[in-house]
């Protein structure tokens, strides 16, 4: 699948005082200002004006990632081959969107998404390219990557800013509110955001740093599902609540509509704080995930009574069966350029992972840093670490030699996949900027017998 590209807007840029006094005093202020304005960096191709109902944008992401040979006494159908390897892969996004009226909103958007990811996306539980399509046969051609109408209730009088984008369109909302979202969207669009570690455009682009390598939730194999959405959002805390449509196979493009015993029920809840006059926020997640899986149990002992020749958790799956986990998300600022983040997440381990990565339990780390320092403000550098491990019943399955839709060496010595990303990401102007970074990847595919691996990246981004 592609997990869904986060989407965090660029920096907003800085109002300009006022004037004040005398004609001399005003003179000088509207002088500043001009200076300012020649000055400010333009963030995207252009402009996108707050006093229009309508929105019409684009994006472009590239990335090129390739690895050196590695240590690999053996690999499997689903291995990161071990020989030298480059790939490049690319997602162009229009985003349009209309307010019908001051509480509603229609959103469309078209997308394609091409080129390849190393091994096919195979071998690691946690890829290092979040804008892979897992399944190459899909190709390039534009297809409907959401289509949702956003409704908002307002809850008190009081007002607050609100940034405008591709998702939202109102630049001041009710600071009480319920808000209801209906239609094609990405899961991910809306929980397990984190400021820090959430957007493959500007920032990392590991799968399990991006995201929470075990939140499986709900999408086809290009990352988005249909369902709804609904949120209360206060000034210090929200929670919010959806319910999703489930694919018929894991990884798969089509959607069960047998929604009675398949979908996927997702709850959030969010409190916003300050320390010391940083802001920070912490989310928790918890998800149920009803689906036709398979028992990684059930797939070992019919292998070992002698059926097949290796085990085979597909020829095991149940109707309804059931997969829920949980996930702790955190994200802090530490001063006008500093920013550091938590994600921890964990899942029941018996029935198959079905919608996103082959991960049971993970911890990540994250910080990041603006170049005000070094005068690029706009400029960003990163670094992250993640640990992901696998159940005892998920491993087994793996090293008696099953088949995940992501892993399978035919045989595996278990350690846990750990990962650090450095990235540093170059505003060059007029909406273009370019990155380079970096992983190294510790016992990929969670074989301790198989790397470490290198993996290099370059990224051209461009907002339209």
Not at 109 to 134: I, P, Y
Not at 225 to 231: D, K, L, N
Request: hydrophobic share 40%; with cysteine.
């Amino acid at each position: 699948m592609l997990p869904t590209r986060r989407f965090l807007p660029p920096p907003r840029r800085s109002e300009r005082a006022a004037p004040v006094g005398s004609l001399r005093a005003a003179a000088a202020v509207l002088l500043v200002a001009a200076v300012a304005a020649a000055e400010e960096p333009r963030l995207s191709v252009f402009d996108h004006p707050d006093d229009t109902p309508f929105w019409a944008s684009g994006q472009l992401n590239v990335i090129y990632q390739g690895h050196p040979s590695f240590p690999s006494p053996y690999e499997g159908p689903n291995s990161l081959i071990p020989r030298p390897e480059g790939r490049t892969s690319y997602v162009a996004t229009l985003y349009t969107g209309i307010r019908l009226s001051p509480t509603t909103e229609l959103f469309v958007d078209a997308e394609s998404a091409g080129g390849a990811g190393l091994s096919n996306a195979l071998g690691l539980a946690g890829f290092t390219n979040l804008d892979v399509v897992r399944n190459p046969t899909l190709g390039a051609t534009p297809y409907l990557a959401r289509v949702f109408i956003r409704q908002i209730i307002p809850l008190t009088d009081e007002r607050v800013p609100a940034d405008r984008g591709p998702f939202a369109l109102a630049t001041e909302l009710p600071s009480k509110r319920i808000e209801i979202r209906v239609g094609r969207f990405g899961t991910v669009d809306y929980f397990d955001q984190n400021a820090v570690a959430s957007d493959s455009h500007l920032q990392f682009t590991n799968w399990t740093v991006d995201n929470n390598g075990a939140y499986d939730y709900a999408a086809d194999t290009r990352g988005y599902t249909w369902g709804f959405i609904v949120e209360y959002q206060s000034p210090r805390w929200g929670i919010r609540f959806a319910e999703l449509l489930m694919p018929t196979v894991a990884n798969g493009i089509s959607f069960d509509t047998d929604i009675w015993n398949a979908r996927g029920e997702n709850l959030e809840g969010e409190i916003r704080y300050a320390i010391a006059g940083q802001p920070g926020t912490v989310r928790l997640l918890a998800y149920l995930n009803h689906a036709n899986m398979g028992s990684y149990r059930e797939a070992i002992d019919a292998f070992l009574a002698g059926e097949g020749s290796r085990p085979d958790v597909t020829a095991h799956r149940h109707v309804g069966a059931l997969k829920y986990g949980f996930g702790l998300n955190v994200e802090q600022a530490l001063g006008p350029a500093f920013r550091v983040a938590l994600r921890a997440g964990w899942n029941e381990g018996k029935n198959e992972l079905f919608a996103y990565t082959e991960v049971n339990d993970t911890l990540m780390l994250a910080a990041d840093c603006r170049g005000l320092a070094w005068g690029r403000p706009q400029d960003r550098i990163g670094l992250a670490m993640v640990s992901n491990g696998l159940s005892k019943d998920h491993r087994d399955y793996l090293a008696l030699g099953g088949l995940g839709f992501l892993l399978g060496d035919g045989a595996l010595a278990y350690g846990r996949e750990q990962i650090v990303e450095l990235y540093y990401t170059a505003f060059v102007g007029w909406g273009v900027w370019l990155a380079a970074g970096g992983q190294f990847i510790k016992n990929p595919g969670y074989n301790a017998a198989r790397g470490p691996v290198w993996v290099g990246a370059l990224r051209l981004h461009v907002e339209l």
